[in-house]
Nanobody
Framework: QVQLVESGGGLVQAGGSLRLSCAAS????????MGWYRQAPGKQRELVAR???????NYADSVKGRFTISRDNAKNTVYLQMSSLKPEDTAVYSC?????????????WGQGTQVTVSS
């Protein structure tokens, strides 16, 4: 069994910064892609950024140049550094990871963390 636990959300003023963390734990053999998604009220969940095990990244156009995704493979942790935040970044942010255990792959999700950007 594997678990993803996020931290770092909160309330910030427009133009500010926040750093989200997501740590995976459990019987992990390896982790492939790790990513961050977000869902704002009344909207569909969307990909924010993702990173492969060898460090290749891709970002949603709306966050390019403002957000940076990174990971620490030794700690099974993915980070999202968010800068120049805008009110439209307000959403519940969830991490996702393709985790391989001895029993096969797991598409795992964290519980989500609220990010609120005030104008």
């Amino acid at each position: 069994q594997v678990q993803l636990v996020e931290s770092g959300g909160g309330l910030v003023q427009a133009g500010g910064s926040l750093r989200l963390s997501c740590a995976a734990s459990g019987s992990i053999f390896s982790i492939n892609v790790m990513g961050w998604y977000r869902q704002a009220p009344g909207k569909q969940r969307e990909l924010v950024a993702r990173i492969t095990s060898d460090g290749n990244t891709n970002y949603a156009d709306s966050v390019k140049g403002r957000f940076t995704i990174s990971r620490d493979n030794a700690k099974n942790t993915v980070y999202l550094q968010m800068s120049s935040l805008k009110p439209e970044d307000t959403a519940v942010y969830s991490c996702n990871a393709r985790i391989y255990t001895l029993y096969g792959p797991n598409d795992s999700w964290g519980q989500g963390t609220q990010v609120t950007v005030s104008s």
